[in-house]
């Protein structure tokens, strides 16, 4: 249809990165709304009154009826729900469920937003060895296809992809510190204090989330580049003399790295999941730890604040990741 | 060869490659280019064609290893050498232009920097921009300065087959590969692509080793054409020779494969299918399909032989044969009387992609009517709209205005709000014979659900018929047994022609059934078609993009330009005084044979 | 049939199908194998290798080979019942999307898009946050995790055999859209998706894994792998074998599924690779 | 656990800490109290093969910062004094406040901020003397506002954690007699109110404190930092009434919930001490030495409970049966890897009022058989519903379905959720046959709670006029003798007729690294009831 077509002109109107961007932005917001509407009905619609739960044992008649009251849940649904998603998009998180069912009016944000920068540190560096290394191992396999390296490195991150982070951890802390007695097996942050100033106790918690979604993303990678090593415009380009260097980076890996990005940010995705483990495993505080406590508690407006809040960085995480396709891929930068 | 005084540029000489398993897929093959010359390099799929081509650029695809022979290109040999060598040799001494522009141009790069990193494999320093700009200029794409900054994705088919060349011509290789580089495109930008060929090497001296497995595309323009068959050079001689007075029957066969608008005949397919690697017969590998097969032919492998100078056929009988004198019908066979009430009217067709966003129709405004027994062409480049109508009258999409009206009763259009009998009476070949059939289904299942469906026929009766649907079809019976994946494209698609018939419909709709057939099992397929339609009396509208199959298939024709017909009328009307300027270019780009051949 | 076992002749395929061979019968025959009831104390708490306990005792001084061999059921039973479900819905909501092409599609996929928006644990511990533990909430839960990807895989399978001739004869010859669906689409679809059901079942084996490390997960009292290496994690130095060998056929399970995969994937050829960028033009 | 000699008069414990030594023995023995066989023979035999801790150590040094890791509360931690109720929350408030009454490592008690109860004759009215010279972190000065406040914080229904210890009392008209002294009404006669000021949640905070986000008390450490699932800070109180004390100049407690990481912290020297050590860990580490295993006799009881409304457990057979069936030596040996003593089915020995004349329980196959033949409930089948939520419960459970089987009696565990097992409104209270867990200080508020007419949480919904008004007698009842015997009926009764089957008194079982000394095994609370100021670092 397109074959005779004469070559599209290039507009300039509307910048076709920015359309694409409010699509997917818009695209975004709707997909966190509806998110919301999920996360507060699994809370708060789902069975189990919350003010009995969070009492547990304690939910004596006279306790559950101030609990009521003080989480309002006396007021319908949707007028909380709608109270909640005004103070989220302000920036107000509203209180702890559990600290009213205390008698104390301790805000989430308070409460996750130390967690928050230490999880975001973690996240952050594993990221920074995960997203280089991802691309390199996954390029280095099909270069080598059929050779030791290419075996080596697809069999690793097989096992790799194969454990639980919470055994990868596991092992790790039996061989760095039973073993080695080279790295502290739990990582301790003072609240308020930075990660960073302890770096030893970062390592192996790094290493369990490197681990796991490394050894995907280098799968995922050295899927794509396997394939795009197959392309026509590969063979042509060798076919043409061009260097064999140039042809790996400039043909193939440039155009593997837009399917990868999409890889990496699931993966980054997956780290998110992987973090809720790991911290456990290693005693981060971080908000893993804080949500798995916040169920374990069923502080169901800490949990609802979190899992939002997570949404949302899975959403411009998917954002970013369409940013940087668009960039790569000079076809997407125009108008459809 | 004696021809040209000069020193070929390519030197291929007992070229044998074949699996590393052991299979040949190559055997023997010997050719020369001299400098400036088009050699055209034909044959069937699962020829060796492209196997052979690719040798000269010192490529073998992974798993096919040399076996032995001489490959010599730019006086330099070119089988085993290493890496580095053939780096060196590749796109400064031999080049190379791919099947599919749209695949071959790295989508992240601009067009110019492609031409350039082959520059600059090559040549260092210099004036590379000004360099880059002489070689879209040489491919007449030169004229706007910021072409070169375009992505491959913003220009044409055509531009980008062009840009290809482009890079295969910037170092001014003497010999340039070309794979197939105008299969996909269509009539009017593959004949373009064409004379820009001939162009350069007029202009520029550069020998090209022109691959395709259409004889007609190469008629016009090579010098010479070398007919490839079971991994064995067949025949090898000057354009005109081969076309003119070809000695081997295969190659006869496939000129007398093509179908031709300006000399319409009745077209002979060959029988059989084309053997695959590791399949190859004793003896001559084309004496199954031969006519002339004796049994000598089924011992001896025939040598390369030379009959004049330049000449070489591989046939045991090539003297006693005398195929020059082919039978000539004249065209189609007289058709039907036609009746007074059309069977098929539609009338103000008006109709939509689903996806688009823009508001023009992907077909406005189209009446036409299809009379009872006769064959009526719909011809368009794609994209033209052709296919919708076609899926129109299938009842598979929905027209936005306009009615379909059959045996003169308006018709809904989605197929299920259709009556039985017209669901029956409706019937669509569709164009790709490796999708059309279930690949999980025997042939028989396939062929039998109609029968159930549309006819109600009890199971036993059902089964009982489909034997003899094969048979029409001119497939034996045990093929019922078979899955589709062991099937050829031919043979796949006269099965989707049973299952149609199955339904005894009176009109049969035929979506580009030959095209992505081997023009030898095109011939094959239209003769059938053609029987059927003189024997049972059937209806047909036939979609086409090729004015060579309408020539020698349909009645009348209806020609569509971006979504409208732009003209209509009897087939030899509108072949011989089109009225249409549309139509005339689509004649003028038609792929025929020249005048002397056959 | 020999054609739909050649990625055996594979050396991945060959290996990895063993392997999963070998995890399946120790689950299924392991119980019948067992030296010692698996929940039976037969010695004192965590000691090692002994000729009465080949791999130990574990927490509570149970046989670890006999649990071991016990354990294999319920982990794939429940990992193999989430992926069904997830595939019963995924399948059902992907073939609507991709077969209609209709009003259904967007909506199908945007909700997809939503499902996608959550990390896949987070949505787990929401869902029991909200309607606590239980063995039905994590098989749903982990069904709803996987459901989406599934539609989606599903969906672009779907839309591209639905443009294949065979499926558009039957809709020309006016079929039911359950029976084109039926005849014509799904069984093309199966075979990628079935490459696809085995990853999606290693993941939910880890998923359940995770969770059940958390303590919000399946806790029942007999012998479970996962369970397993969680109840003895703790303990991982006094007797390394409760957890190990537990996390070890997790760890070829998943392994061995992996390369089965790997090697039918690439016996079943690139035209099942789903295409992203392509569009269909007629 | 460790010192059983170092009982002597200069040995750095709480007792000789706080008080005179003379003092408490005097306390003691004019309530009329001795040390119970259990906790003699914890507290001063030696028996157990526990570590040797902090003898050769020496004189208590000052400074340093002592690091405890506790199972995290997550968010729920709180240093509300009147709502914290686990181990963590306990560890953190125990070090801000001071109670009224002090428990002691035996569960004899002392006195804490208030020096002497007096009653009435008819126990409805008490005069309490309080201590002078107290001040509290923020300089001011204790006094009987600050009793008469914190009372009333109590009172309030919402602070669940404490309102049931002083549901008795007349809280409007309580009255500072004057500084020192207050006069408390009742609405109920009771024979021992201080009993109700040794359970949690009865801390003393001064007057119109509010809010606890910085808690002022008058306890060994001062307020510092706090977040809640992670980390708290509190310093040395310079001021502290206990001469000396503490030890350390800074406390700092880490939420861990991951039972081995807290492990590894502690062995990688990240943390100090911990509570809650895996019995399991515990055993193998007693055994490498390579930490201080701190073992701590207690009566706390963790029972498995039947509901005597239910069937089959509402004929009393049956339940007398399924107390027979129980090994409780080995369920002890196996479950809890031998950390505890056995249980008699009547909860608080070595407590004031528990009655040490009934006969232990043994197994009793033969008898649990024909006790069920006679109910006509052979081949019983019967759901046991257990979680991980203290450790032991499920391996209880466990064993106990094993042991079961030889009286043809089909155990079906079913292991629910941790975070429901507790939750009225999902299982608990509905659940026919299952396992529970008391700390206990006192019989009388495990009766008051568990099994009064109108119990919160009457676990085995038992119900007996006659019980409830012995019980109300032994409440009551003013003369100790008097209490005794009505006591003795209230535990006959449970004995012969209760839904609990008591397996065990579970120790306290912790770990501190080398370097700590001075904290000792406490019966009342893990950690050596987090009486921190006691110890110190080498």
Same mark, same amino acid.
């Given at each position: 249809?397109?074959?005779?077509?004469?070559?599209?002109?290039?507009?300039?109107?509307?910048?076709?990165?920015?359309?694409?961007?409010?699509?997917?932005?818009?695209?975004?917001?709707?997909?966190?709304?509806?998110?919301?509407?999920?996360?507060?009905?699994?809370?708060?619609?789902?069975?189990?009154?919350?003010?009995?739960?969070? $009492?547990?044992?304690?939910?004596?008649?006279?306790?559950?009826?101030?609990?009521?009251?003080?989480?309002?849940?006396?007021?319908?649904?949707?007028?909380?729900?709608?109270?909640?998603?005004?103070?989220?998009?302000?920036?107000?998180?509203?209180?702890?469920?559990?600290?009213?069912?205390?008698?104390?009016?301790?805000?989430?944000?308070?409460?996750?937003?130390?967690?928050?920068?230490?999880?975001?540190?973690?996240?952050?560096?594993?990221?920074?060895?995960?997203?280089?290394?991802?691309?390199?191992?996954?390029?280095?396999?099909?270069?080598?296809?059929?050779?030791?390296?290419?075996?080596?490195?697809?069999?690793?991150?097989?096992?790799?992809?194969?454990?639980?982070?919470?055994?990868?951890?596991?092992?790790?802390?039996?061989?760095?510190?039973?073993? $080695?007695?080279?790295?502290?097996?739990?990582?301790?942050?003072?609240?308020?204090?930075?990660?960073?100033?302890?770096?030893?106790?970062?390592?192996?918690?790094?290493?369990?989330?490197?681990?796991?979604?490394?050894?995907?993303?280098?799968?995922?990678?050295?899927?794509?580049?396997?394939?795009?090593?197959?392309?026509?415009?590969?063979?042509?380009?060798?076919?043409?003399?061009?260097?064999?260097?140039?042809?790996?980076?400039?043909?193939?890996?440039?155009?593997?790295?837009?399917?990868?990005?999409?890889?990496?940010?699931?993966?980054?995705?997956?780290?998110?999941?992987?973090?809720?483990?790991?911290?456990?495993?290693?005693?981060?505080?971080?908000?893993?730890?804080? $949500?798995?406590?916040?169920?374990?508690?069923?502080?169901?407006?800490?949990?609802?604040?979190?899992?939002?809040?997570?949404?949302?960085?899975?959403?411009?995480?998917?954002?970013?990741?369409?940013?940087?396709?668009?960039?790569?891929?000079?076809? $997407?930068?125009?108008?459809? | 060869?004696?021809?040209?005084?000069?020193?070929?540029?390519?030197?291929?000489?007992?070229?044998?490659?074949?699996?590393?398993?052991?299979?040949?897929?190559?055997?023997?093959?010997?050719?020369?280019?001299?400098?400036?010359?088009?050699?055209?390099?034909?044959?069937?799929?699962?020829?060796?064609?492209?196997?052979?081509?690719?040798?000269?650029?010192?490529?073998?695809?992974?798993?096919?290893?040399?076996?032995?022979?001489?490959?010599?290109?730019?006086?330099?040999?070119?089988?085993?050498?290493?890496?580095?060598?053939?780096?060196?040799?590749?796109?400064?001494?031999?080049?190379?232009?791919?099947?599919?522009?749209?695949?071959?141009?790295?989508?992240?790069?601009?067009?110019?920097?492609?031409?350039?990193?082959?520059?600059?494999?090559?040549?260092?320093?210099?004036?590379?921009?000004?360099?880059?700009?002489?070689?879209?200029?040489?491919?007449?794409?030169?004229?706007?300065?910021?072409?070169?900054?375009?992505?491959?994705?913003?220009?044409?088919?055509?531009?980008?087959?062009?840009?290809?060349?482009?890079?295969?011509?910037?170092?001014?290789?003497?010999?340039?590969?070309?794979?197939?580089?105008?299969?996909?495109?269509?009539?009017?930008?593959?004949?373009?692509?064409?004379?820009?060929?001939?162009?350069?090497?007029?202009?520029?001296?550069?020998?090209?080793?022109?691959?395709?497995?259409?004889?007609?595309?190469?008629?016009?323009?090579?010098?010479?054409?070398?007919?490839?068959?079971?991994?064995?050079?067949?025949?090898?001689?000057?354009?005109?020779?081969?076309?003119?007075?070809?000695?081997?029957?295969?190659?006869?066969?496939?000129?007398?494969?093509?179908?031709?608008?300006?000399?319409?005949?009745?077209?002979?397919?060959?029988?059989?299918?084309?053997?695959?690697?590791?399949?190859?017969?004793?003896?001559?590998?084309?004496?199954?399909?031969?006519?002339?097969?004796?049994?000598?032919?089924?011992?001896?492998?025939?040598?390369?032989?030379?009959?004049?100078?330049?000449?070489?056929?591989?046939?045991?009988?090539?003297?006693?044969?005398?195929?020059?004198?082919?039978?000539?019908?004249?065209?189609?066979?007289?058709?039907?009387?036609?009746?007074?009430?059309?069977?098929?009217?539609?009338?103000?067709?008006?109709?939509?992609?689903?996806?688009?966003?823009?508001?023009?129709?992907?077909?406005?405004?189209?009446?036409?009517?299809?009379?009872?027994?006769?064959?009526?062409?719909?011809?368009?480049?794609?994209?033209?709209?052709?296919?919708?109508?076609?899926?129109?009258?299938?009842?598979?999409?929905?027209?936005?205005?306009?009615?379909?009206?059959?045996?003169?009763?308006?018709?809904?259009?989605?197929?299920?709000?259709?009556?039985?009998?017209?669901?029956?009476?409706?019937?669509?070949?569709?164009?790709?014979?490796?999708?059309?059939?279930?690949?999980?289904?025997?042939?028989?299942?396939?062929?039998?659900?109609?029968?159930?469906?549309?006819?109600?026929?009890?199971?036993?009766?059902?089964?009982?018929?489909?034997?003899?649907?094969?048979?029409?079809?001119?497939?034996?019976?045990?093929?019922?047994?078979?899955?589709?994946?062991?099937?050829?494209?031919?043979?796949?698609?006269?099965?989707?022609?049973?299952?149609?018939?199955?339904?005894?419909?009176?009109?049969?709709?035929?979506?580009?059934?030959?095209?992505?057939?081997?023009?030898?099992?095109?011939?094959?397929?239209?003769?059938?078609?053609?029987?059927?339609?003189?024997?049972?009396?059937?209806?047909?509208?036939?979609?086409?993009?090729?004015?060579?199959?309408?020539?020698?298939?349909?009645?009348?024709?209806?020609?569509?330009?971006?979504?409208?017909?732009?003209?209509?009328?009897?087939?030899?009307?509108?072949?011989?005084?089109?009225?249409?300027?549309?139509?005339?270019?689509?004649?003028?780009?038609?792929?025929?044979?020249?005048?002397?051949?056959? | 049939?020999?054609?739909?076992?050649?990625?055996?002749?594979?050396?991945?395929?060959?290996?990895?199908?063993?392997?999963?061979?070998?995890?399946?019968?120790?689950?299924?025959?392991?119980?019948?194998?067992?030296?010692?009831?698996?929940?039976?104390?037969?010695?004192?708490?965590?000691?090692?290798?002994?000729?009465?306990?080949?791999?130990?005792?574990?927490?509570?001084?149970?046989?670890?080979?006999?649990?071991?061999?016990?354990?294999?059921?319920?982990?794939?039973?429940?990992?193999?019942?989430?992926?069904?479900?997830?595939?019963?819905?995924?399948?059902?909501?992907?073939?609507?999307?991709?077969?209609?092409?209709?009003?259904?599609?967007?909506?199908?996929?945007?909700?997809?898009?939503?499902?996608?928006?959550?990390?896949?644990?987070?949505?787990?511990?929401?869902?029991?946050?909200?309607?606590?533990?239980?063995?039905?909430?994590?098989?749903?839960?982990?069904?709803?995790?996987?459901?989406?990807?599934?539609?989606?895989?599903?969906?672009?399978?779907?839309?591209?055999?639905?443009?294949?001739?065979?499926?558009?004869?039957?809709?020309?010859?006016?079929?039911?859209?359950?029976?084109?669906?039926?005849?014509?689409?799904?069984?093309?679809?199966?075979?990628?998706?079935?490459?696809?059901?085995?990853?999606?079942?290693?993941?939910?084996?880890?998923?359940?894994?995770?969770?059940?490390?958390?303590?919000?997960?399946?806790?029942?009292?007999?012998?479970?792998?996962?369970?397993?290496?969680?109840?003895?994690?703790?303990?991982?130095?006094?007797?390394?074998?409760?957890?190990?060998?537990?996390?070890?056929?997790?760890?070829?399970?998943?392994?061995?599924?992996?390369?089965?995969?790997?090697?039918?994937?690439?016996?079943?050829?690139?035209?099942?690779?789903?295409?992203?960028?392509?569009?269909?033009?007629? | 656990?460790?010192?059983?000699?170092?009982?002597?008069?200069?040995?750095?414990?709480?007792?000789?800490?706080?008080?005179?030594?003379?003092?408490?023995?005097?306390?003691?023995?004019?309530?009329?109290?001795?040390?119970?066989?259990?906790?003699?023979?914890?507290?001063?035999?030696?028996?157990?093969?526990?570590?040797?801790?902090?003898?050769?150590?020496?004189?208590?040094? %000052?400074?340093?910062?002592?690091?405890?890791?506790?199972?995290?509360?997550?968010?729920?931690?709180?240093?509300?004094?009147?709502?914290?109720?686990?181990?963590?929350?306990?560890?953190?408030?125990?070090?801000?406040?001071?109670?009224?009454?002090?428990?002691?490592?035996?569960?004899?008690?002392?006195?804490?901020? /208030?020096?002497?109860?007096?009653?009435?004759?008819?126990?409805?009215?008490?005069?309490?003397?309080? %201590?002078?010279?107290?001040?509290?972190?923020?300089?001011?000065?204790?006094?009987?506002?600050?009793?008469?406040? @914190?009372?009333?914080?109590?009172?309030?229904?919402?602070?669940?954690?404490?309102?049931?210890?002083?549901?008795?009392?007349?809280?409007?008209?309580?009255?500072?007699?004057?500084?020192?002294?207050?006069?408390?009404?009742?609405?109920?006669?009771?024979?021992?109110?201080?009993?109700?000021?040794?359970?949690?949640?009865?801390?003393?905070?001064?007057?119109?404190?509010?809010?606890?986000?910085?808690?002022?008390?008058?306890?060994?450490?001062?307020?510092?930092?706090?977040?809640?699932?992670?980390?708290?800070?509190?310093?040395?109180?310079?001021?502290?009434?206990?001469?000396?004390?503490?030890?350390?100049?800074?406390?700092?407690?880490? @939420?861990?919930?991951?039972?081995?990481? %807290?492990?590894?912290?502690?062995?990688?020297?990240?943390?100090?001490?911990? /509570?809650?050590?895996?019995?399991?860990? /515990?055993?193998?580490?007693?055994?490498?030495?390579?930490?201080?295993?701190?073992?701590?006799?207690?009566?706390?009881?963790?029972?498995?409970?039947?509901?005597?409304?239910?069937?089959?457990?509402?004929?009393? %057979?049956?339940?007398?049966?399924?107390?027979?069936?129980?090994?409780?030596?080995?369920?002890?040996?196996?479950?809890?890897?031998?950390?505890?003593?056995?249980?008699?089915?009547?909860?608080?020995?070595?407590?004031?009022?528990?009655?040490?004349?009934?006969?232990?329980?043994?197994?009793?196959?033969?008898?649990?058989?024909?006790?069920?033949?006679?109910?006509?409930?052979?081949?019983?089948?019967?759901?046991?519903?257990?979680?991980?939520?203290?450790?032991?419960?499920?391996?209880?459970?466990?064993?106990?379905?094993?042991?079961?089987?030889?009286?043809?009696?089909?155990?079906?565990?079913?292991?629910?959720?941790?975070?429901?097992?507790?939750?009225?409104?999902?299982?608990?209270?509905?659940?026919?046959?299952?396992?529970?867990?008391?700390?206990?200080?006192?019989?009388?508020?495990?009766?008051?709670?568990?099994?009064?007419?109108?119990?919160?949480?009457?676990?085995?919904?038992?119900?007996?006029?006659?019980?409830?008004? /012995?019980?109300?007698?032994?409440?009551?009842?003013?003369?100790?003798?008097?209490?005794?015997?009505?006591?003795?009926?209230?535990?006959?009764?449970?004995?012969?007729?209760?839904?609990?089957?008591?397996?065990?008194?579970?120790?306290?079982?912790?770990?501190?690294?080398?370097?700590?000394?001075?904290?000792?095994?406490?019966?009342?609370?893990?950690?050596?009831?987090?009486?921190?100021?006691?110890?110190?670092?080498?």
């Amino acid at each position: 249809m397109t074959a005779a077509a004469e070559p599209r002109v290039v507009r300039r109107e509307t910048s076709p990165v920015l359309a694409f961007l409010g699509r997917r932005l818009l695209g975004g917001l709707v997909a966190l709304f509806v998110a919301s509407i999920l996360i507060f009905a699994a809370l708060n619609v789902l069975p189990g009154d919350p003010a009995s739960v969070i $009492l547990g044992r304690n939910a004596t008649p006279q306790a559950e009826a101030v609990l009521t009251k003080r989480m309002q849940l006396d007021r319908p649904a949707a007028a909380r729900y709608a109270d909640w998603l005004g103070g989220f998009l302000h920036g107000d998180l509203g209180l702890s469920a559990v600290s009213l069912a205390q008698g104390q009016h301790e805000t989430v944000w308070h409460q996750i937003s130390g967690p928050l920068k230490n999880s975001a540190i973690l996240a952050a560096i594993a990221a920074l060895f995960m997203i280089p290394l991802s691309i390199g191992l996954g390029v280095i396999g099909p270069i080598y296809s059929g050779k030791a390296v290419d075996h080596a490195i697809s069999i690793l991150s097989l096992g790799a992809i194969a454990l639980p982070e919470f055994v990868t951890g596991s092992l790790l802390i039996g061989v760095f510190f039973v073993g $080695l007695d080279w790295l502290p097996p739990v990582a301790i942050v003072p609240p308020g204090a930075n990660p960073l100033d302890n770096p030893s106790e970062l390592v192996l918690p790094v290493l369990t989330l490197l681990f796991a979604s490394l050894a995907a993303g280098v799968r995922m990678v050295r899927a794509g580049m396997t394939e795009v090593l197959q392309t026509e415009y590969v063979q042509t380009a060798r076919l043409n003399g061009v260097a064999e260097r140039r042809v790996l980076w400039r043909y193939a890996l440039r155009n593997a790295l837009a399917p990868s990005v999409q890889v990496l940010a699931q993966n980054l995705q997956w780290l998110i999941g992987g973090i809720i483990i790991t911290e456990s495993v290693f005693a981060y505080p971080g908000i893993g730890t804080a $949500l798995v406590n916040a169920v374990q508690n069923r502080d169901v407006t800490v949990v609802q604040s979190v899992a939002m809040l997570i949404a949302v960085v899975y959403v411009l995480l998917n954002l970013l990741a369409d940013l940087v396709v668009m960039l790569l891929v000079p076809k $997407l930068r125009e108008p459809a | 060869m004696s021809a040209v005084a000069v020193e070929p540029v390519v030197r291929v000489e007992n070229l044998c490659l074949g699996l590393q398993s052991g299979e040949p897929v190559v055997d023997g093959v010997t050719f020369s280019v001299g400098p400036g010359e088009i050699v055209g390099l034909v044959g069937e799929s699962g020829s060796g064609k492209t196997t052979t081509a690719l040798s000269l650029l010192g490529y073998t695809r992974r798993g096919i290893v040399v076996r032995g022979g001489t490959v010599e290109v730019g006086g330099e040999s070119v089988l085993g050498r290493d890496r580095r060598a053939l780096r060196g040799l590749r796109g400064n001494t031999v080049s190379y232009v791919p099947q599919d522009p749209g695949g071959a141009l790295n989508p992240s790069m601009r067009v110019g920097d492609a031409i350039l990193d082959v520059l600059r494999a090559h040549r260092r320093g210099g004036a590379a921009a000004e360099s880059v700009r002489a070689a879209l200029e040489r491919v007449e794409l030169g004229r706007d300065p910021r072409f070169a900054g375009r992505y491959p994705h913003q220009l044409s088919g055509g531009q980008q087959q062009r840009v290809t060349i482009a890079m295969a011509c910037v170092c001014d290789p003497p010999v340039a590969v070309l794979d197939e580089p105008t299969t996909g495109l269509d009539v009017l930008t593959q004949d373009r692509i064409l004379a820009e060929l001939r162009r350069l090497r007029d202009e520029d001296g550069m020998a090209m080793v022109y691959v395709t497995h259409d004889l007609a595309v190469v008629s016009q323009r090579a010098d010479r054409i070398t007919v490839m068959y079971a991994g064995r050079v067949v025949e090898n001689g000057q354009a005109s020779d081969v076309l003119e007075r070809p000695r081997h029957p295969y190659t006869r066969a496939l000129v007398e494969a093509i179908p031709d608008f300006r000399k319409p005949r009745a077209l002979r397919g060959i029988t059989g299918v084309s053997v695959g690697v590791g399949e190859w017969p004793n003896g001559c590998a084309f004496a199954p399909r031969c006519a002339y097969e004796q049994t000598r032919c089924h011992e001896t492998v025939p040598v390369l032989e030379e009959t004049v100078p330049g000449h070489h056929v591989r046939c045991l009988r090539w003297m006693e044969l005398d195929l020059q004198a082919g039978e000539r019908s004249n065209g189609r066979a007289a058709g039907v009387a036609v009746e007074s009430a059309p069977l098929l009217e539609v009338s103000g067709l008006e109709a939509r992609y689903r996806s688009s966003r823009s508001g023009a129709p992907a077909v406005a405004d189209v009446s036409f009517a299809v009379e009872q027994g006769r064959c009526v062409a719909l011809v368009g480049e794609s994209g033209s709209g052709k296919t919708t109508i076609g899926r129109c009258i299938a009842g598979l999409h929905v027209p936005a205005a306009g009615t379909i009206s059959f045996d003169g009763v308006p018709i809904a259009g989605t197929a299920r709000r259709r009556p039985l009998e017209v669901r029956r009476r409706i019937q669509i070949v569709f164009q790709n014979p490796f999708e059309s059939l279930n690949p999980r289904q025997r042939v028989r299942s396939s062929i039998i659900r109609p029968l159930r469906v549309l006819r109600r026929l009890s199971r036993a009766e059902a089964e009982r018929e489909v034997g003899e649907l094969l048979e029409r079809v001119k497939l034996p019976a045990r093929l019922g047994e078979r899955f589709p994946v062991e099937l050829s494209g031919g043979e796949r698609q006269r099965v989707a022609i049973a299952r149609a018939l199955a339904a005894r419909p009176d009109l049969l709709v035929c979506d580009e059934v030959t095209s992505a057939l081997d023009v030898s099992v095109q011939a094959a397929v239209l003769e059938l078609l053609q029987e059927l339609q003189r024997d049972l009396r059937l209806s047909m509208l036939f979609i086409t993009h090729n004015l060579g199959v309408v020539a020698c298939i349909a009645d009348s024709v209806l020609v569509m330009d971006r979504g409208s017909l732009c003209e209509t009328g009897t087939v030899s009307e509108v072949l011989a005084q089109p009225s249409h300027d549309y139509t005339r270019r689509l004649l003028a780009a038609a792929p025929c044979l020249p005048d002397g051949a056959l | 049939m020999s054609d739909a076992l050649r990625f055996l002749r594979t050396p991945s395929g060959a290996i990895g199908g063993g392997i999963v061979l070998f995890v399946v019968l120790v689950a299924a025959l392991g119980p019948y194998l067992a030296p010692h009831d698996p929940t039976a104390p037969v010695g004192i708490p965590l000691t090692g290798s002994s000729s009465h306990a080949w791999l130990g005792t574990d927490f509570l001084g149970r046989d670890v080979l006999s649990r071991v061999l016990n354990g294999g059921r319920s982990v794939i039973g429940y990992a193999a019942a989430a992926t069904v479900l997830a595939y019963l819905v995924g399948m059902a909501i992907g073939l609507i999307a991709g077969y209609t092409r209709s009003m259904v599609d967007p909506v199908l996929m945007r909700t997809v898009d939503v499902m996608l928006a959550f990390p896949p644990l987070l949505f787990l511990l929401v869902l029991i946050a909200g309607a606590g533990t239980s063995i039905t909430v994590l098989i749903i839960g982990v069904a709803a995790i996987q459901a989406p990807a599934i539609s989606r895989i599903v969906r672009t399978a779907t839309l591209e055999v639905s443009t294949r001739g065979y499926v558009e004869a039957g809709i020309a010859r006016g079929e039911r859209a359950f029976a084109v669906v039926g005849r014509e689409v799904l069984p093309n679809i199966l075979a990628p998706v079935l490459v696809d059901a085995g990853l999606r079942f290693t993941y939910s084996i880890l998923i359940i894994a995770s969770v059940n490390f958390l303590g919000l997960g399946l806790q029942p009292p007999n012998s479970d792998w996962a369970l397993m290496i969680s109840e003895n994690r703790t303990y991982i130095q006094l007797n390394a074998f409760s957890v190990l060998v537990p996390a070890a056929m997790i760890g070829l399970l998943t392994i061995g599924i992996n390369l089965t995969g790997d090697a039918i994937a690439r016996s079943l050829g690139r035209s099942y690779v789903p295409r992203t960028t392509r569009s269909v033009t007629s | 656990m460790t010192d059983r000699s170092d009982d002597q008069p200069n040995g750095p414990d709480l007792l000789d800490g706080r008080f005179s030594r003379g003092g408490l023995l005097k306390g003691a023995a004019a309530l009329g109290i001795g040390m119970s066989p259990l906790l003699a023979a914890a507290c001063g035999g030696g028996a157990s093969a526990s570590s040797p801790v902090s003898t050769s150590a020496g004189a208590p040094k %000052r400074g340093g910062q002592l690091k405890l890791g506790f199972v995290s509360g997550g968010t729920a931690e709180t240093v509300d004094p009147f709502i914290g109720v686990t181990p963590i929350d306990e560890g953190r408030i125990q070090n801000l406040y001071d109670p009224l009454v002090i428990v002691n490592p035996d569960l004899t008690t002392s006195p804490g901020l /208030a020096l002497e109860w007096n009653p009435n004759s008819d126990g409805t009215v008490y005069e309490v003397k309080l %201590r002078d010279g107290v001040v509290f972190h923020n300089g001011k000065s204790f006094g009987a506002d600050d009793v008469i406040y @914190s009372i009333q914080q109590m009172a309030k229904p919402a602070n669940f954690g404490s309102y049931p210890f002083v549901s008795g009392i007349d809280v409007a008209n309580m009255k500072a007699i004057n500084k020192h002294l207050v006069r408390i009404p009742l609405k109920t006669p009771d024979g021992d109110l201080a009993a109700n000021f040794t359970y949690y949640n009865t801390w003393i905070v001064p007057a119109r404190q509010t809010d606890y986000k910085s808690p002022i008390g008058t306890g060994p450490f001062a307020f510092e930092s706090f977040t809640p699932g992670q980390q708290s800070v509190f310093k040395r109180n310079p001021n502290y009434w206990v001469d000396g004390k503490p030890y350390v100049d800074s406390l700092k407690i880490t @939420s861990i919930t991951d039972p081995t990481a %807290r492990l590894n912290a502690l062995v990688a020297g990240q943390i100090d001490g911990l /509570a809650q050590l895996p019995f399991q860990e /515990a055993k193998a580490h007693q055994a490498s030495g390579d930490i201080n295993v701190l073992v701590a006799p207690s009566p706390q009881a963790m029972m498995f409970y039947m509901d005597t409304q239910k069937a089959p457990f509402s004929d009393n %057979r049956v339940r007398q049966a399924f107390r027979l069936i129980a090994d409780r030596p080995a369920l002890i040996e196996s479950a809890i890897s031998g950390f505890g003593t056995v249980g008699n089915d009547t909860v608080g020995k070595g407590l004031p009022y528990y009655d040490e004349s009934l006969p232990q329980r043994v197994q009793d196959i033969d008898k649990a058989k024909s006790l069920l033949k006679a109910a006509g409930q052979e081949n019983l089948t019967v759901e046991f519903q257990t979680s991980e939520i203290f450790p032991g419960f499920v391996e209880s459970a466990t064993l106990f379905a094993q042991q079961a089987k030889a009286a043809g009696v089909t155990v079906k565990l079913k292991q629910e959720p941790a975070n429901s097992y507790y939750n009225p409104s999902l299982l608990y209270l509905k659940m026919a046959f299952a396992e529970t867990q008391w700390p206990m200080l006192s019989l009388k508020y495990f009766y008051l709670q568990a099994l009064s007419s109108n119990a919160p949480y009457n676990e085995t919904h038992f119900k007996s006029a006659a019980f409830s008004d /012995a019980l109300a007698k032994a409440i009551g009842a003013l003369d100790k003798t008097q209490a005794q015997n009505y006591w003795n009926q209230v535990q006959q009764i449970q004995y012969d007729t209760g839904g609990y089957l008591q397996w065990v008194n579970a120790d306290w079982v912790d770990a501190v690294s080398k370097n700590v000394q001075g904290l000792k095994p406490h019966a009342a609370g893990a950690l050596g009831n987090y009486l921190f100021m006691n110890a110190w670092l080498t």
